[in-house]
């Protein structure tokens, strides 16, 4: 077992882009998160799935935002046409019950 | 709706002295609590965690921590810090779905 991973760790991009970013969660565990984190501030919560069904999504989650974990497996954030306010740490969490998240080393995005 | 309190936002210690960084949680029934430690630019790691039972929990890296419910806190604990304890920390709570993080504790570690 080699944790949560995500891809890619780092991205810059300009304003209007697209970008997508993947977790894979550790194998066994049928829960997987979503949280976005910015410079001085805890993880804050943007979506839930459970095996491929996603449970909620924070109203943080716009409409350019959208995730997907097809098969129930690994996870994919997409952020549509960024914006510089989506510049922060993506981070990714999965667990197997209630309550224990374990996380991926995030996503860093940058938005030029 | 939950909230989570860490009322300092920076600490510094001198390298083997004690530690304590407070967490106050906010939320009716006792909620699962948790510290998570992160280090720059690093994704969060599990110190420890409390669902019930003993109110004082032992973790990884020597760290520890104690649910009080009658001050809606859990603590966390070291008794000797060492150098590469200098991290973020944060205090989560977890309920129903619904996780819920401090804004952290930033441990500055004085040689």
């Known amino acids: 077992d080699t944790g949560v991973s995500q891809d890619p760790r780092h991205k810059i991009t300009k304003r209007g882009q697209n970008v997508t970013f993947r977790c894979d969660p550790i194998?066994?565990?049928?829960?997987l998160y979503w949280y976005r984190q910015t410079l001085g501030q805890g993880p804050e919560f943007l979506t839930y799935f459970q095996n491929e069904a996603q449970l909620e999504k924070s109203r943080l989650l716009s409409d350019r935002f959208s995730a997907e974990r097809p098969k129930g497996s690994f996870s994919t954030l997409e952020i549509q046409r960024t914006e510089q306010g989506d510049s922060a740490m993506y981070l990714c969490?999965?667990?197997?019950?209630?309550?224990?998240?374990?996380f991926g080393p995030g996503t860093r995005l940058l938005v030029l | 709706a939950q909230s989570v309190t860490q009322p300092d936002i920076h600490i510094t210690v001198s390298e083997g002295a004690s530690l304590e960084l407070r967490c106050n949680y906010s939320y009716g029934a006792t909620p699962y609590l948790f510290w998570y430690v992160q280090s720059p630019g690093q994704g969060l790691q599990l110190l420890l965690k409390?669902?019930?039972?003993?109110?004082l929990v032992q973790g990884i890296k020597g760290f520890e921590a104690e649910f009080k419910r009658s001050q809606s806190s859990f603590n966390l604990r070291k008794p000797s810090v060492h150098w590469s304890d200098a991290a973020e920390y944060f205090c989560a709570s977890y309920n129903n779905n619904d996780m819920r993080f401090g804004a952290g504790t930033r441990l500055t570690v004085k040689p």
């Open positions: 409390y669902f019930s039972g003993d109110t």
């Open positions: 969490a999965s667990s197997s019950d209630r309550g224990t998240q374990y």
């Open positions: 194998s066994e565990h049928n829960r």
